[in-house]
């Protein structure tokens, strides 16, 4: 993926979460309701959120070192990661002590009753715009992929993590105008807690999948199976006869791990072997739209040993 694409979306995510989160705070501190305290805390936490990621991507492209001889791709997996958790603790568990609280003691919106639903209304039009930027840029690199099928399967973090955090921002909302609603209308503040509780349960349901996801990825996982695919095929030509066995692993979003033992005939050259070597790598990088890290190693086929 482009980081230019991942980029515009986490920007456009990030301005309006800003300009959010001002306004839900303020209709908070006029209106007093437990919706909107929760949804500030969500705004805030999506917009640490989308700095985290913008940080972590310029991290991502420092030149490997010494220490980290393959580079530091692996920090975006990271700083996702550290969004779910961020999204879990300081979004989901405050909005659901926040409508405990308010559940405990509950009291109707008296004044400034139209600030709330204004801010959320508002809130849904920016929220709105964010994701359909989310959206196209998911839409030029996602392929032949379902936007579930790319959300789950993505090697690269930030499109998936904008699109899922978008989300959840406009049904938290859809909650919170809920909540709200429902309490100006019967003047029962415990709809304002049940909205505050909705919005809870959503995050936390959102960080949890991230976690796993994310936490995937910094175990290590292959290349998708059709770069897998391109690979193994790329590798054999000329007097590479097949692959023994190939094994790939992703340093980063865009960045992959090739290694293979790659069968030989018995009388060639090293000179050769290492000729054919050199080809078989520029097959694969031509192959596969990724930044490639190969390994190959000659071999012969060994008949399998008979069964006893």
Known sequence: MAAGGSNKAIITALGANIG???????????????????????????SSNQALLLVAGKK?????????????????????????????????????????????????????????IVVLLVAMVLESYALRTAVKEANHVRGDMT?????????????????????????????????VGMTLGTGDGRWDAAGSAAIGVLLVVIAVFLAIE???????????????????????????????????LHLGPDEVLVAAKVAFAADMTAEDVAREIDAAE???????????????????????????
């Open 60 to 116: 991502a492209t420092r030149r490997a070192s010494d220490t980290h001889q393959f580079g530091y791709g692996r920090v975006r997996y990271v700083a996702a990661f550290l969004v779910s958790i961020i999204l879990f603790t300081l979004g989901g568990l405050f909005a659901i002590y926040e409508a405990w609280h308010k559940f405990s003691d509950p009291h109707p919106i008296d004044e400034w009753q139209w600030v709330p």
């Open 20 to 46: 959010i989160a001002i306004s839900k705070f303020a209709g908070f501190l006029l209106t007093g309701s437990s919706s909107m305290l929760a949804e500030s805390v969500h705004s805030v936490a999506d």
């Open 147 to 179: 936007m579930w099928e790319f959300v789950k399967h993505s090697r690269s973090p930030e499109l998936p993590v904008i699109l899922l955090e978008d989300l959840g921002a406009l049904l938290g909302l859809v909650f919170g105008l809920f909540g």
């Open 214 to 248: 994310m936490y995937s990825m910094l175990l290590g996982e292959s290349a998708l199976p059709q770069h897998h695919e391109a690979i193994e095929a790329a590798i054999v030509g000329g007097t590479i006869s097949s692959v023994i066995h190939m094994r790939t």
């Open 282 to 308: 520029v097959r694969v990088r031509a192959a596969a739209p990724l930044t490639l890290v190969i390994y190959l190693e000659p071999d012969l086929h060994r008949a399998p040993l008979p069964a006893t």
